[in-house]
């Protein structure tokens, strides 16, 4: 669309289904990659891609015309047939339903995808629900518990 201009920074987090710890070392490269290319394929700039075991943080520059539960149903979609058809998890996998999505300025980018690339040594200190509910509260997102991710710690 002509004269139409934009900057928009989000970022997505969700979670293997039961919160499994099926995102294992010897494959999440390959799938954060191919999560990296679901995003460009879609037109859409891919700012970092990271994870543990359980659970995936995503930052990405989207287009105001893209449809975010569209967006993030195609990756979560996309991704699991992926890990599902090369056999690479030793069970099923699935993705928990739902997912937090947070926007932030440009001025913020470079700690955001820091901090997403850091996620391991992260996770040595915070547990996951502290940090979700802990971004969920830092953003003034009002939620109930009961809607939650499952969190098994």
Known sequence: MANTYSQISMHIIFAVKYRQALILPEFRDRLF???YGIIEGKNQKSLAV??????IHIFTG????MYIPDFVRDIKSDSSLFVNSLN???KP???QT????FSHSKSSRKSVINY????????????FRNEY??????????????YLFDFFE
């Open 33 to 35: 990659k191919y999560i």
């Open 50 to 55: 990271n994870g543990t075991s359980d659970h």
């Open 62 to 65: 989207m287009e105001p015309t």
């Open 88 to 90: 690479l998890s030793p």
């Open 93 to 95: 996998f699935h993705w």
């Open 98 to 101: 739902g997912y937090g999505i």
């Open 116 to 127: 997403i690339l850091n996620q391991e040594q992260h996770h040595q200190k915070t547990s």
């Open 133 to 146: 509910t802990g971004m969920l509260n830092k953003m003034d997102v009002k939620y109930n518990e009961k």
